[in-house]
């Protein structure tokens, strides 16, 4: 008897879905969190489940094994995460879940991007500018005359 078998993992950036371009905006150098959610959508068991980013982060499985027999069964769904430092620009990775049943291999992939900015400078207002040049002005004139 044949059980139709398939995968799905959905990829979040920081708590967003963002299979699309541009994504949350991140300050570069800060923590970007990934979660990869995994759910086996076929009626199959499937095991030898496999999570892997295109960018070299490392999933690391959090939980979601109901019965901790290390078989994703139909409906379940399990749940790992992954943190990286944020770089400049555009960027995207793309994570891949594979599983097996009875040799076959069924697999899912999806992107995820953000976009690295640098972090806003302070800056004051340009009356308040004008101002401390002004009395940066007056001072020292005044302390030259003195």
């Given at each position: 008897?044949?059980?139709?078998?398939?995968i799905?993992?959905?990829?979040?950036?920081?708590?967003?879905?963002?299979?699309d371009?541009q994504?949350?905006?991140v300050?570069?150098?800060?923590?970007?969190?990934?979660?990869?959610?995994?759910?086996?959508?076929?009626?199959?068991n499937?095991?030898?489940i496999?999570?892997m980013d295109d960018?070299?982060v490392?999933?690391?499985?959090?939980?979601?094994?109901?019965n901790?027999?290390?078989?994703?069964?139909?409906?379940?769904?399990w749940?790992?995460t992954a943190?990286?430092?944020?770089?400049f620009?555009?960027y995207?990775?793309n994570?891949t879940?594979?599983?097996?049943?009875?040799?076959?291999?069924v697999?899912?992939?999806d992107?995820?991007?953000?976009?690295?900015e640098?972090?806003?400078?302070?800056?004051?207002?340009?009356?308040?500018?004008?101002?401390?040049?002004?009395v940066?002005i007056?001072?020292?004139l005044?302390?030259?005359?003195?």
């Amino acid at each position: 008897m044949y059980l139709p078998i398939s995968i799905d993992i959905e990829k979040s950036t920081n708590g967003q879905d963002a299979d699309d371009p541009q994504g949350p905006k991140v300050d570069v150098g800060s923590t970007v969190e990934w979660e990869y959610v995994v759910t086996n959508t076929g009626s199959a068991n499937l095991t030898n489940i496999n999570v892997m980013d295109d960018q070299g982060v490392i999933p690391v499985f959090q939980g979601s094994d109901l019965n901790n027999d290390s078989i994703l069964e139909p409906g379940e769904t399990w749940t790992y995460t992954a943190n990286g430092t944020a770089e400049f620009g555009q960027y995207v990775n793309n994570a891949t879940a594979t599983g097996e049943y009875e040799g076959e291999i069924v697999e899912d992939e999806d992107p995820s991007h953000y976009y690295g900015e640098e972090k806003d400078v302070p800056t004051a207002h340009p009356l308040l500018t004008v101002s401390l040049i002004g009395v940066g002005i007056v001072l020292f004139l005044r302390r030259k005359d003195e």
